[in-house]
């Protein structure tokens, strides 16, 4: 019996706040306070400023209307199991997904979190985030860099804060309130916000964003974008946002110490968005302007008794072939609680001999558990089986699973390492089934794996939302996440879209690109639409060797210096 491989093409999506912009200019403030530079005192610290006012006008919907949708995932299909017909996946979408309400609070300090995993990508960077209104005068020239996360249209900006960015503090402004500095000073003017709240709008805005010779995109609409202009020769513009017209203006300039960035880069990030270019400036920023050679790393999926040795092996011999280092996520046992059907290594040892081959297996180098079932216990969660089930995250409600605590949710992942280790694999790292878990479990599943391999979710207050990385980082719960920014081949994401994530993520400074395979898909028997031929599966890990890239072992990434 085979289960239903299947992972999501987790589509990472923070859903954009729709801020209603004030049909007059921005008031410019005046400055009565002057503040000069001092040294640093916490030069490995970074401070991410996040507002936490609602403005006037906004106050009324936030407090009696204003509920958003929790991250959605992607539809896609997955493999037709040996037992039953063809089977779509059920499909979470905006009819299913709980509402939640939330604060503007809650959207900025979630981006506020985003940054920091971000900064976070150098080894030794500590991280404070405050909300902006508690500034302090002077505090911005304390540290390496302070960040303002200009979510809120709107939102109150101390004055002290304009003084430091006018004296020269190392400041990285994001999105709104630009209009409230002393842009002059900075070779800067303000010209206005450039609204697309229109379907006839979103192909006609600036939706492309060019970057180090690639052009990025930005996913959905609707869009924002606010345009300033570089009005001296030492304003450098680092991207440039365009229209399908051709027209362009600056997306990511910098003037001296100041960075500005014309949108939110988080809201609705993808494989080729241009969140990939925030990503990749924070070095600078960060004062890192080395470049690296590019490096991947590859994961091969769902590995659990139900597989068959064939499968097994015809997808680990096309990795050997090519000499790819590579990680395997496996499930320690199988269960169907349809048929009340449990499968073990033990009975399935033609299986176990393939997944003993993988390189580096046996020394503890390449394997990364997946949840205990990948499913959980008896509920339909949606399907009931391993491999197509979330294990600690309801489907059902997109939400939580009731009743599941932490600890029980650390007792399944230690005896499923448990179990693993029984049968001669020993699992370095955790790889979440379905990359979805509570986020408040994250800290303590650290306390079991420090290294994995996945996206992530993270909660601030009653928003929920997702982020990938384009290099390794030191997350939030503290796990060195190795990345995975380049998706799986699916029915909705074919290899063509895989290798263009490649190349998006290419032209980084210090290029990074993960991603992972199911064995299904090289199943003679298989017909999905993501069925590719064992000639096509190493065509396209050619292609992304001969892009630059060389594959490395996963359990030796490390974070930058």
């Known amino acids: 019996m085979k289960a239903k491989p299947k992972i999501l093409h987790f589509l990472v999506l923070v859903l954009l706040i729709l801020l209603a912009a004030c049909q007059q200019d921005p008031q410019d403030i005046t400055l009565d306070t002057d503040i000069g ?24 919907q936030s407090a009696s209307s204003a509920k958003y949708l929790m991250p959605g995932v992607l539809p896609e299909r997955m493999k037709e199991s040996d037992h039953e017909g063809d089977h779509d996946e059920p499909i979470i979408n905006t009819a299913a997904i709980r509402t939640q309400a939330i604060t503007y609070t809650d959207i900025s300090k979630t981006y506020a979190t985003f940054i920091a995993n971000l900064a976070r990508r150098y080894e030794g960077i500590n991280v ?70 229109t379907q006839p709008l979103y192909t006609t805005t600036y939706n492309q964003v060019d970057y180090r010779g690639y052009t990025f995109k930005k996913y959905q609409a609707p869009m924002e974008i606010i345009e300033v202009s570089a009005d001296r020769p030492d304003v450098v513009v680092h991207a440039s946002a365009k229209n399908p017209a051709g027209q362009t203006i600056p997306y990511a300039v910098q003037s001296g110490n100041f960075w500005y960035f014309a949108d939110l880069p988080f809201a609705y990030m993808h494989e080729t968005d241009r969140y990939l270019i925030f990503a990749d400036l924070m070095g600078p920023m960060l004062g890192h302007q080395e470049t690296c050679a590019p490096q991947a790393v590859a994961r091969m999926e769902d590995l659990n008794p139900s597989n068959t040795s064939a499968e097994l092996k015809r997808m680990i011999d096309s990795l050997n072939k090519l000499r790819i280092p590579f990680a395997a996520t496996v499930i320690p046992y199988y269960y169907n609680n349809n048929t009340n059907v449990t499968l073990r290594w033990s009975d399935n040892l033609t299986a176990l001999r393939q997944v003993l081959r993988i390189p580096g297996l046996r020394a503890g180098g390449s394997l990364f558990q997946h949840g205990l079932t990948h499913q959980y216990k008896d509920l339909k ?23 599941l605590t932490v600890n029980e949710a650390i007792t399944r992942i230690t005896e499923g390492k448990a179990i693993l280790q029984s049968f001669g694999m020993n699992p370095v790292g955790w790889t979440t089934p379905h990359y979805a878990f509570e986020p408040s479990f994250g800290s303590a599943i650290n306390g079991v794996f420090n290294r994995s ?6 909660q601030q207050g009653d928003l929920v939302a997702g982020q990938f990385f384009p290099y390794p980082v030191k997350d939030a719960y503290g796990s060195l996440m190795v990345p995975e920014n380049g998706g799986s ?69 490390t974070l930058a210096k």
């Not at 991410?48 to 906004?58: A, E, G």
């Not at 969660?381 to 009743?403: K, S």
């Not at 990074?512 to 599966?537: C, E, K, M, R, T």
Request: proline content about 7%; hydrophobic content about 40%.
């Open 37 to 60: 530079k001092t040294n640093l005192s916490f030069p490995n610290s970074v401070l991410i400023l996040y507002t936490d006012s609602s403005p006037s006008f906004l106050r009324a």
């Open 453 to 458: 391999f996945e996206r992530r979710l993270y």
């Open 128 to 197: 404070v985030m405050q909300p902006v209104s508690s500034y302090q005068a002077g505090q911005a020239t304390e540290y390496l860099r302070t960040f303002y996360m200009g979510s809120t249209y709107g939102d109150p900006v101390p004055p002290a804060l304009i003084a430091d960015v006018t004296a020269g503090a190392p400041v990285t402004w994001i999105n709104y309130q630009v209009w409230n500095l002393d842009l002059a000073s900075l070779g800067l003017s303000y010209k206005q916000i450039i609204p697309a709240y």
């Open 381 to 403: 969660n949606r399907d009931g089986e391993t491999g197509l089930d979330w294990e600690f995250w309801d489907a059902n409600i997109n939400g939580p699973i009731a009743g």
């Open 489 to 557: 081949i699916q029915p909705n994401y074919l290899v063509s879209d895989v290798l263009e994530a490649a190349r998006a993520n290419r032209v980084l400074r210090c290029p990074w690109f993960g991603l992972f395979f199911h064995p299904y898909i090289l199943d003679p028997q298989y017909d999905g639409a993501n069925a590719v031929s064992v000639a096509q599966f190493e065509a396209m890990l050619t292609e992304i060797k001969n892009m630059g890239y060389t594959f490395v072992e996963p359990s030796k990434v």
